[in-house]
Structure formats: structure tokens, C-alpha cells
């Protein structure tokens, strides 16, 4: 069993920064892929910022490139997301996701979400 617990998030104006922050337990093969996904009211999840399935660099949304860096603690078992220049449309719940990676090529399989952390970003 993997518990994934979220911190960080809150409200801060626009062109602030904020820091999430990530803590996993359990076996470390479930929590190889790991990443933060946003979900918005009344719009889809999406994945903000993962590490790639081999982790040997990370992905994120064309939305905040650029101003957000995703980083992880393998020792710690721990995943940051520093979000800077925030803008009103990263309101949202963030979540922080992990799972085991598959397949050839590898693929990640987010099986594990914390219970969200809520970034609300004012004008």
C-alpha cells in the first residue's frame, strides 16, 4: 500500500510563488513513476509536471513551462513542485500521483493519488 500526503498549497496572488511538496510510503517499486497532476472545476485533470518512465528527465504542461520545476528525493521518497509566476489559471486541486512503471517502452501507471492540495492564484 502506497499514502501519498500533499502540502504546500494556499492562495497567493499573481507573479507569487508557492511550493508543494510530496511525501510517499510503502514500496518504493510503487511509487517509481511520480508525478503532480491539477484538476480545475469543471475541466479535466492534467498532468502538470511527471518525471518520464526511465526518470531521466520530466515532461510538463505547455501551460507552465518555464515557470514551474518538478524535483524528487529518491532517498526521501519525496516530490516538490515549485510553482513561480503563478498566474490566476493555475487555480486548481493538485495531486500528487505515483505508480509502477511497464512495458516496453516504458510507460507510467499513476495507481496512487494523495488527497489533493488546493493553490488558489487571485488577480
Known amino acids: 500500500q502506497v499514502q501519498l500526503v500533499e502540502s504546500g498549497g494556499g492562495s497567493v496572488q499573481a507573479g507569487g510563488s508557492l511550493r508543494l511538496s510530496c511525501a510517499a510510503s510503502?514500496?518504493?517499486?510503487?511509487?517509481?513513476?511520480m508525478g503532480w497532476f491539477r484538476q480545475a472545476p469543471g475541466k479535466e485533470r492534467e498532468a502538470v509536471a511527471v518525471?518520464?518512465?526511465?526518470?531521466?528527465?520530466?515532461d510538463y504542461a505547455d501551460s507552465v513551462k518555464g515557470r514551474f520545476t518538478i524535483s524528487r528525493d529518491n532517498a526521501k521518497n519525496t516530490l516538490s513542485l515549485q510553482m513561480n509566476s503563478l498566474k490566476p489559471e493555475d487555480t486548481a486541486m493538485y495531486y500528487c500521483?505515483?505508480?509502477?512503471?511497464?512495458?516496453?517502452?516504458?510507460?507510467?501507471?499513476?495507481?496512487?493519488w494523495g488527497q489533493g492540495t488546493q493553490v488558489t492564484v487571485s488577480s
Open positions: 500521483a505515483a505508480g509502477p512503471a511497464y512495458g516496453y517502452p516504458r510507460k507510467c501507471e499513476y495507481t496512487y
Open positions: 518525471f518520464n518512465a526511465v526518470r531521466t528527465s520530466a
Open positions: 510503502g514500496a518504493s517499486g510503487y511509487t517509481y513513476c
